[in-house]
């Protein structure tokens, strides 16, 4: 018996980026992201391990070497509609965001549960890590083009950052496709 079940929602890709490496946060937008085990090949992001930092400081001393569970940023199309409106902004650039990919059709996007699966036509399967909690990065991007606007975003995405993610089988993505959503096939955790 398969211990994820198809969610029966489809996510079509509006936007795709990539974070070249280095300090900035802005990512570049594509048409085809090529994907493998370690992520995007030149991304910010890209690698199978990564230095931990302040969401698991928890858990260990920041910079501790640990598996790369972030290597992609998905958000939701219509989340992002949510997140400018409440910043009176128009729209939200997602280059702004360091987003990987940008997907329509799945509601309720950013509270995906962590472990499900996007998969596209082609077996290209990303597994998600868990929600992606708004920072003050994403918002210095956005006030170095629209002044006065960057302190409204972390309010803003509050709930609606979207998740991160790794590659658990590798392919490519192009602007236009789609990803099934697979969901566990288990209650919520309710101790």
């Known amino acids: 018996m398969p211990v994820l079940r198809d969610s029966g929602f489809k996510g079509e ?3 795709l980026g ?6 900035s946060l802005r990512a570049e937008p594509a048409g085809q992201l090529q994907l493998g085990f370690s992520g995007i090949a030149g991304e910010r992001h890209e690698g199978e391990n990564r230095a931990s930092c302040v969401r698991v400081r928890n858990l260990y001393p920041e910079g501790t070497e640990i598996r ?8 939701s199309e219509e989340e992002l509609a949510v997140i400018a409106a409440d910043m009176g902004m128009e729209r939200v650039d997602p280059a702004h965001l360091g987003a990987t990919i940008i997907l329509r059709g799945i509601p309720d996007f950013t509270f995906v549960p962590p472990g499900s699966r996007l998969q596209g036509p082609d077996g290209v399967t ?4 868990m929600e992606n909690r708004p920072c003050v990065l994403p918002g210095r991007e956005i006030e170095r083009d629209h002044s ?3 302190a409204r975003f972390k309010p803003a995405a509050k709930n609606r950052r979207g998740i991160t993610a790794w590659v658990e089988r590798p ?3 192009n602007l236009g496709g789609e990803f099934a959503l ?5 209650r919520a955790w309710a101790p």
Not at 68 to 75: A, D, E, F, P, S
């Open 13 to 15: 890709i509006t936007w």
């Open 18 to 23: 990539m974070v070249p490496a280095g300090d």
């Open 68 to 75: 790369n569970v972030r290597q992609l940023t998905i958000l």
């Open 126 to 129: 990303l597994t998600v890590d």
């Open 148 to 150: 006065g606007c960057g």
């Open 171 to 173: 392919g490519s993505v």
């Open 182 to 186: 697979f969901v566990p096939d288990q």
